[in-house]
């Protein structure tokens, strides 16, 4: 999402902020670890938040999935969207 449409309504002072690559940081509650956006260097105008933060996550659809070579390999997907080994090969700074 544009990183201008995301707002944080309410505790913001338990946010706390993470480099957990070379090309990202993650922000998550400070007091329970809930993981809540990834921001990427390349894309400074976007954030990705967490389908799993958010209060009603049904109405967000997922179009592809990324990293995909690396999930647990148990995990197959049960849907017929893309899959993309690391990140879609359209990613900007990539």
Known sequence: MPVNDFVVLQGDTCLRTVRATEFGRRRFCGECGTPL?????????TI??????????????PG???????RIPWAEAGDALPRHAGFRPETRGL
């Open 48 to 61: 990705d938040a967490t389908v799993a933060s958010l209060d009603d996550p049904a109405p967000v659809a």
């Open 37 to 45: 956006t990834i921001a990427v260097d390349f894309q400074p105008e």
């Open 64 to 70: 592809f999935h990324i990293f995909y070579a690396s």
